[in-house]
Nanobody, 118 residues
Framework: VQLQASGGGSAQAGESLRLSCAAS????????MAWYRQAPGKQREFVAR???????NYANPVKGRFAISRDNIKNMVYLQMNNLKPEDTAVYYC?????????????WGRGTQVTVSS
């Protein structure tokens, strides 16, 4: 199982970034995929989730600004982050959830740093 996140970087407040996560080694199309983030000195927190039929849910701080999507042909999941705020600064992690038809245990990718300056 591999999850490779990319697309992080630096941005000014109000700008946009798009994160990508390339998945391999498991039944991607039937797996719920998610993004989490961890800011310095804080616990990792949920950001967004998408299921196999593109149903989504979001953490309150990012609702209306972030959009999660997936491509079941390319085995990719994306996080479009708009109107970024300094409080979005964190390491962002791609997550594949365990499911009856997919992974027996959740999987995590290496994080990608997002830094937003005011």
């Amino acid at each position: 199982v591999q999850l490779q996140a990319s697309g992080g970087g630096s941005a000014q407040a109000g700008e946009s970034l798009r994160l990508s996560c390339a998945a391999s080694g498991f039944a991607f199309s039937v797996s719920n995929m998610a993004w989490y983030r961890q800011a310095p000195g804080k616990q990792r927190e949920f950001v967004a989730r998408i299921n196999g039929v593109a149903g989504t849910n979001y953490a309150n701080p990012v609702k209306g600004r972030f959009a999660i999507s997936r491509d079941n042909i390319k085995n990719m999941v994306y996080l479009q982050m708009n109107n970024l705020k300094p409080e979005d600064t964190a390491v962002y992690y791609c997550n594949a959830e365990a499911s009856p038809f997919g992974l027996s245990a959740e999987a995590w990718g290496r994080g990608t740093q997002v830094t937003v300056s005011s």
